[in-house]
């Protein structure tokens, strides 16, 4: 398995501009995390998906945020619009195998908001 | 709720030697899984070790090793021979039995100098 996987890798936009994220978790497992990394607050949890269906969704800052997972494989974080202070590193992550307790990241998408 | 603590911000170590880095955590369930994860300057999230809390041996990775004292709730990562790979963010963090919101401390910063 290759793991979770997420595009892009960077990304750098202006201000009031619409931002999407994806990302494909771990094949056949049920849950899927994303995460919010900054300096200020650490690593937040932002929302939680399974079986496609989102579970908590508290961590979400506003409503300019808003995720989805139309199926098992694949899954958005959008933010629309845009502002500077929401440039951090997010990540999706997965449970492997058993293991659900047991996160595995992807390689996170860097955000740029000028 | 669940808190976990990591005191110290940054850790430096000498090539070859052992460091431990702290960590205590609060939860007033009795089933979890603590973990340590490592985020190099790639900013990948890493897991390092997983410990049950319904074991009582200390889990060991290599030259990864915990000291979990469950009564005094405390999960420190001792890391022998430090290599200059090791150099990373580490984390500490908490996850219940069943549960699948991952509580993560705030780091430390492990500087490993040739």
């Known amino acids: 398995d290759a793991g979770v996987i997420q595009s892009p890798r960077h990304e750098v936009t202006e201000m009031g501009q619409e931002v999407t994220l994806r990302c494909k978790p771990i094949?056949?497992?049920?849950?899927l995390f994303w995460y919010r990394q900054t300096m200020m607050r650490g690593l937040e949890l932002l929302i939680y998906?399974?079986?496609?269906?989102?579970?908590?969704d508290s961590g979400m800052p506003e409503d300019r945020f808003s995720a989805k997972m139309p199926n098992a494989s694949f899954s958005t974080l959008k933010i629309q619009p845009s502002e500077p202070r929401d440039s951090a590193v997010y990540f999706c992550?997965?449970?492997?195998?058993?293991?659900?307790?047991?996160?595995?990241f992807g390689p996170g998408t860097r955000l740029l908001v000028l | 709720a669940q808190t976990v603590t990591q005191s110290q911000p940054e850790m430096s170590v000498q090539e070859a030697e052992t460091v431990t880095l702290s960590c205590t955590y609060d939860t007033s369930e009795s089933d979890y899984y603590l973990f340590w994860y490592k985020q190099p300057p790639s900013r990948q999230m890493i897991l390092v070790i997983r410990q049950e809390a319904y074991k009582q041996q200390n889990a060991t990775e290599n030259r990864f090793s915990v000291n979990f004292q469950k009564a005094a709730k405390s999960f420190s990562l001792k890391i022998s021979d430090s290599q200059l790979g090791d150099a990373a963010m580490y984390f500490c963090a908490l996850a219940l039995l069943g549960g699948f919101k991952t509580i993560f401390g705030a780091g430390t910063r492990l500087f490993v100098k040739a």
């Open positions: 998906f399974n079986n496609n269906v989102p579970i908590d």
């Open positions: 094949s056949g497992h049920d849950y």
């Open positions: 992550a997965s449970p492997l195998g058993r293991l659900q307790e047991t996160q595995y």
